[in-house]
């Protein structure tokens, strides 16, 4: 599975190793005590709604690119600080990149799950 982001009618990869956190525990472990993540990585949050959902960064020791989706439309990116990164958006679901994987990345893009 591979994480695709579609702008202006052009299509890139995001990331091609690509894991979910559909369970309570890894949605609540998220990226924490990783020491790092491959740069062509990807962890993805599904809810059952779009609702205001938040992220944090403490014990995660490196910075991350975040994106808020509805369906597949980024409503929300930001870069996280290492430990200290705090963010809030509206989404159901949410993606954290290595840093600088979402750079081209902006709100009203498109982001979503390809085989």
């Not at 890894?26 to 491959?38: E, T, W």
Request: no cysteine.
């Amino acid at each position: 599975m591979r994480l695709v982001h579609r702008q202006n009618g052009t299509q890139s990869t995001l990331a091609s190793d690509v894991e979910t956190a559909d369970s309570f525990l890894s949605q609540a472990r998220g990226l924490m005590f990783r020491g790092s993540v491959p740069d062509d990585y990807a962890l993805v949050f599904r809810f059952d709604d779009a609702d205001r959902h938040s992220l944090h960064m403490v014990f995660v020791p490196f910075d991350i690119d975040a994106l808020w989706l509805v369906g597949d439309e980024v409503t929300k990116k930001k870069r996280l600080s290492a430990w200290t990164g705090i963010g809030f958006g509206m989404a159901d679901t949410i993606i954290e990149l290595p840093a600088g994987a979402a750079d081209d990345v902006e709100p009203g893009d498109l982001v979503e799950l390809s085989q």
